[in-house]
């Protein structure tokens, strides 16, 4: 069956949007000057990645960022790793995130603030600016320079903005982690970079809940001794601010810097302005180090020309300040649209609660996870029939492959004129390597294209391209957003170690890939979770794809055990509420894996668990898994779990069927 066959169109683009969106008239604008004309979005890639300097000077051009100083070309060295942005150009992050914040754009919306514990708070553009300036001015005084990290364990919301754009004004570097974090988890990311100034909320409310987190927090604050200030925003209202000498609360450090403007400090194209972090499930994280004209150029592209945001849109992104999700929601400023932030449960007061807002804020662009989308579709809601989305043009969804049958719930019950677009790629790239175009039809239970730039192709296990069929995601020219290194690293090789060991001079993903016949792309889940029975490559989205359609699941883990010298795949299952794994629906699972997949992805165990573990930034963990049904004795960092307690479930279920040994 070909591919075309198997992914039916859901979603075309109209005539209005092939000319009127920002891609299309990108497009225009590039045929103007002489280059094309481009037949369609696939030539108009080809051509981004055969004339990659030319293509990102375009970029930068037509979306209007600004630099103090021009670069001296595009690319300086070409190699990877190593590539060379904009050698010679200064520029200042925060100033080209803030460009529409004067004239007659500064009474705009620029922040909606949702949380659970405070009332929606509303902000301008120029309210954000000043309040950027103000707090900018305040960490000056207390001795913050350019170069120094602000490390926020903030809530998405307002303060985190205003703290990342008064720290990269100063020429700082941001970073942050979300407040559920445990101590140790945030030790292991800030422990490492050392941070000067540290942004913290007082708690936080979650599913109803509210965390108090002040005698936690000061024990951070004692384990970070490269600290000079400390700012305590009042996430909750009615509890104190975090104590201590050095910390001033949110509302005085602003009175403080009160009237002093940003100062957008000029940079170098390859200074850092954001430190993100790996997982960290097998260890200490990564910490992932990104430039700033590579990432602000990428992000431009993918917002304004992918997403098709711009300066009238209402852009809404459900992440915490952990995930780089919410570094992307950030860069959605540069647009000039309104960020609508929402911090709690996805499900509280009710499953409906985001649709509603999307609803309610007039939400031109909404980003959520794959799972959320899943949630709705067992759910069975229904917003489409129950909420004005008049307003609503695109739903974007990551973390996670997107079912199939989740494109038909978008399409039947959640927003059915919508462009759905699946985007992939990850905090290494803080960005997409493949994800939705305006110009392409979108067709079930498929990425839609290459991003513009982007050289992705699926490489064999012999460094080639595979001509059909899945291999290893790979990018094989330089990206400007790719890393400029890992913090701690001097002579590159964990950085090298991280992409390019596996093909030389080549960046490996780490996804297993397929591009379809028309352009499209399907990723089977992480090339390093793939099981190898009978020596036959499986994903493990293969097996998901057909175990949580199925209304008594909940939720699933699929893992290798190794025995024999081959694989038997292991499928871990939490049934659906009133629900157990009876010897029917083992059956059902076998048959529906087999019919859907093949024989060879049928389960030799499935194993009822009450819960699946996942990353804090709603990854399942399958690694970590993997290791235990193979007797692995590694330990595994628990402080980056969401839900450490799931693995010991795992465990004793194992033990329990005879898959372990006590």
Known sequence: MSNTEQSPVVWTPSQETLTGSR?????????????????????????????????????????????????????????????????????????????????????????????????????????????????????????????????????????ALVGMLAATSLGAIWSSASPDFGIGAINDRFGQIEPAALIVVNGYGYGGKVFARQDDFAELIAGLPSLKVVVSVAQLPGEAPIPGEMVTTWDDALKAGEGQAPSFTPVDPDHPVYILYSSGTTGKPKCIVHGTAGLLVNH??????????????????????????????????????????????????SLNFLWETVAKERVTHYGTSARFIAGCRKAELQPAKTLDQSHLRVVFSTGSPLLPEDYDWVYSDGAPNVLLGSIAGGTDICGCFVGSTPLLPVRRGEIQCRFLGVDAVAYGDDGQPVSAGRGELVCRQPLPSMPVSFWQDPD???????????????????????????????????????????????????????????????????????????????????????QTVTDDLIKTLKTRIREGASPRHVPKHIVEVPDIPYTRSGKKVELAVARLVNGSNKADNRDALGNPEALDRIRERLVETGLLAR
């Open 23 to 159: 891609m299309g008239q990108f497009q225009a604008w590039l045929e103007q000057q002489g280059f094309g004309p481009f037949a369609d979005y696939h030539a108009l890639h080809q051509w981004s990645i055969t004339e990659l300097d030319t293509f990102w000077q375009k970029v930068w051009d037509y979306c209007g960022l600004v630099c103090d100083t021009p670069a001296k070309r595009v690319l300086g060295r070409r190699e990877m790793p190593g590539a060379e942005w904009f050698p010679g150009m200064k520029l200042n992050f925060a100033a080209n995130l803030l460009r529409l914040a004067d004239g007659d754009h500064a009474d705009k919306d620029a922040v909606v603030a949702y949380c659970e514990t405070r009332p929606v708070l509303r902000k301008t553009y120029a309210e954000l600016k000043a309040d950027a300036g103000a707090l900018e001015a305040f960490l000056r005084s207390k001795g913050i320079q350019k170069g120094d990290r602000v490390a926020g364990v903030v809530t998405n919301g307002y303060e």
């Open 300 to 349: 431009a592209k993918e917002l304004m020309l992918h997403g098709d945001v711009g300066p009238d849109d209402r852009f809404l992104y459900f992440t915490t300040c952990g995930w780089m999700m919410w570094n992307w929601q950030a860069s959605a400023l540069m647009t000039g649209a309104a960020v609508i932030t929402v911090d709690g449960s996805p499900g509280y007061p």
């Open 492 to 578: 590159g090789e964990r950085y090298k170690d991280a992409y390019f060991n596996t093909f030389p001079g080549v960046w490996a993903h780490g996804d297993f890939i397929e591009f379809t016949e028309h352009g499209g792309a399907i990723i089977y889940g992480r090339s390093d979770a793939t099981l190898n029975p009978g020596g036959v490559r499986i994903g493990t989205a293969e097996i998901y794809r057909q175990v949580e359609t199925i209304s008594e699941v909940k939720d699933s883990l699929v893992v290798g055990r190794q025995i024999d010298g081959d694989v038997e795949v292991v499928l871990f299952v939490v049934p659906a509420d009133g």
